[in-house]
């Protein structure tokens, strides 16, 4: 059985999908800039004079992605991913995803510990006794790195200010 018989997104519809995707993003660079002034005074660039050409070319490199998709993709059938590769992917996306909702809601060092803990727990099989102290003791290192010595204060939420730490 060759690769590309395999049942999963094609390497196309991925290449396309994210050439739009920066493509869009492109698009919205220079839309922005044209908001805040994209042209040449005599005092010099305005604000959004680079940003708006980074934002071409943006929309350019998404076009050159799009072209070379249709010449070396579009045919092929090559898979790029199947359905048992995108399992391990998700496995470790949807964390980041919860991780990112929960630090958002929580604060960085709740979600940090939580994190830490569920990964280790559910992914990596430690004990729940190894694994949560892990996540507390990684989470108490950030705290002391980032408050103490850098003294650069990340996001906090109701749990930090629980214990009056702000």
């Not at 800039?33 to 959004?48: C, K, Q, R, V, Y």
């Not at 059938?77 to 991780?99: N, Q």
């Not at 630090?103 to 727990?121: E, F, K, R, S």
Request: glycine fraction near 14%; hydrophobic fraction near 55%; charge should be neutral.
């Amino acid at each position: 059985m060759s690769e590309n018989s395999a049942n999963g997104v094609s390497r196309f519809a991925v290449e396309l999908g994210v050439a739009a995707l920066t493509g869009a993003f492109g698009v919205a660079v220079c839309y922005g800039s044209l908001d805040i002034g994209a042209g040449w005074t005599e005092m010099g660039p305005d604000a959004g004079y680079f940003p708006f050409y980074i934002g071409l070319l943006i929309v350019l490199g998404s076009l050159v992605n799009i072209a070379q998709a249709f010449l070396k993709h579009r045919r092929t059938g090559e898979v790029f991913i199947d359905a048992g590769r995108a399992k391990v992917v998700a496995s470790f996306l949807l964390p980041l995803v919860a991780f990112g909702a929960v630090a958002a809601w929580l604060g960085l060092y709740v979600g940090t510990a939580l994190y830490i803990a569920a990964t280790m727990l559910f992914q990596g099989r430690y004990k729940w006794w190894i694994a949560l102290p892990a996540g507390l003791g990684v989470s108490l290192v950030f705290f002391v790195v980032f408050e103490i010595g850098f003294q650069v204060p990340l996001l906090k939420g109701p749990v930090e200010a629980w214990f009056g730490i702000y």
